[in-house]
């Protein structure tokens, strides 16, 4: 006698589960509005700090160097010494993130920048045309 390994579900109970998770996507992408960015972009973050009962906003401006599935990587150059810090995307404490230059880039992790010096280390721009 062969059993089921599989057990089907009703295809009324299938819609209503596809409707429950499209609306939990729809609110969760409502409530993370960061523009669209690729590594090799460079970018504002504006991050709120808190330093015992005050809180600030200090900016860090830098280029993506990966990109995952919920956090990215951000490097800059501080005073010749290279500085990076991961960031996760639904962080409350991100205010803003702009994008200032498209970066032309083939990869999706840039690590080749950590030992690149000078102009070996700059990324061209990518121009982005809108009709």
Do not use: C, W
Request: aromatic letters at 8%; hydrophobic letters at 40%.
């Amino acid at each position: 006698m062969r059993r089921k390994l599989f057990v089907s579900l009703h295809p009324l109970k299938l819609i209503i589960m596809d409707n429950l998770i499209k609306q939990v996507q729809e609110k969760l992408v409502a409530a993370n509005n960061l523009p669209e960015f690729k590594s090799g972009d460079t970018i504002i973050l504006s991050y709120k700090i808190r330093e015992g009962s005050k809180e600030r906003i200090q900016k860090f401006q830098g280029i993506v160097l990966q990109k995952k599935t919920a956090t990215f990587t951000l490097r800059k150059i501080s005073n010749g010494v290279g500085v990076e810090r991961i960031f996760p995307y639904n962080s409350p404490f991100i205010s803003d993130i702009e994008v200032l230059k498209k970066g032309k880039v083939r990869r999706a992790r840039l690590f080749y920048l950590r030992e690149a010096k000078g102009k070996a280390a700059k990324i061209k721009e990518r121009i982005v045309v809108t009709a």
